[in-house]
């Protein structure tokens, strides 16, 4: 059970380095340099706990793919914490299991269950909800209150990267030489990196500087270290816990206490306010993850 409070608190403070990133740096090259070295962090982490193997074609390119999309995905992540509050970004994208069922029922025509159908009715009821939600006006001076047209639509896009990303993830697990997993999260995060650094240093070529860095090089270093050994944890000590869990009770604890926690951290600490749909959507939220997982 230890390493499943660790894993869960790695994930808190990777939630919180990304909301604290967004507090202070807006620049995109900025974004994109903190993904950098977040990335090289844990692919560092990924080749000490075994996964620095040379992988087959398919494993490779599978990798590659699941690159291009991390990159894009937690690069929108970061758009996300800064448009939106951070409380009602987290209950849609942890609605991405959507993705990977819709493509199940509708591509590959797998049966539609119980389980499906509950899980398919809450993402839905959030989605429709967080779009209220993010409109609803309220006397309470100390929250602040952000519209859904400004922080929604791109939610939902990083909700959809999420989703093919957890497909990627289950696809490799199944397919990992020997098991060791770790090799495709070692390949991945490598290529990952590699395409952030290169994207740099095409910039930095081109004369692009980088002043909020230059500016605040002590926060901007210290959140992007913590980012990477936050997201190393969340990878590798689930792997752990895993060994003492079954999946599916770890999988969806996991997303239950972590969407439950920085839905308080938003709500407590950084005062964005929500109606009272924001706590029906943390209902239906951990409903449909629940429901999702047994699917």
């Known amino acids: 059970m230890h390493f499943f409070i660790l894993a869960f608190l790695s994930a808190f403070m990777r939630n919180i380095c990304n909301k604290e990133f967004t507090k202070r740096f807006t620049a995109g090259e900025t974004n994109l340099f903190y993904q950098a070295i977040t990335l090289t962090v844990t692919c560092f982490f990924s080749a000490v706990a075994g996964g620095m193997h040379a992988p087959n074609m398919l494993f490779l390119i599978m990798s590659t793919v699941y690159a291009v999309v991390f990159v894009a995905t937690v690069y929108l992540m970061i758009v996300c914490y800064s448009k939106g509050p951070m409380a009602l970004v987290s209950l849609v994208l942890s609605m991405s299991s959507i993705v990977p069922v819709l493509v199940g029922l509708i591509g590959f025509r797998e049966e539609m269950n119980l389980f499906k159908g509950i899980g398919l009715v809450c993402a839905f009821t959030v989605l429709i909800l967080s779009w209220r939600d993010g409109e609803a006006k309220s006397g309470k001076k100390k929250y602040k209150y952000i519209p859904a047209k400004i922080w929604l639509p791109v939610t939902l896009l990083c909700m959809g990267l999420n989703g093919i990303l957890s497909s990627l993830q289950?696809?490799?697990?199944?397919?990992?030489p020997n098991g060791n997993s770790m090799i495709f999260n070692f390949w991945s995060y490598l290529l990952g990196a590699l395409i952030c650094w290169a994207i740099l240093l095409i910039r930095k070529i081109g004369g692009?500087?980088?002043?909020?860095?230059?500016k605040s090089p002590k926060s901007f270093t210290a959140l992007s270290l913590l980012s990477g050994v936050g997201c190393a944890g969340i990878n590798?000590?689930?792997?752990?816990a895993l060994v003492y869990i079954?999946?599916?009770?770890?999988?969806?604890?996991m997303s239950t206490v972590s969407t439950t926690s920085v839905f308080l951290l938003s709500l407590l600490y950084y005062k964005e306010g929500h109606s009272k749909f924001g706590y029906i959507m943390l209902v239906f939220s951990l409903v449909g993850i629940i429901s999702f997982s047994f699917a």
């Open 170 to 176: 289950n696809m490799a697990v199944q397919w990992a």
């Open 208 to 214: 692009q500087k980088f002043p909020e860095v230059t």
């Open 236 to 240: 590798l000590l689930i792997m752990l």
């Open 246 to 253: 079954p999946s599916s009770i770890c999988y969806p604890l």
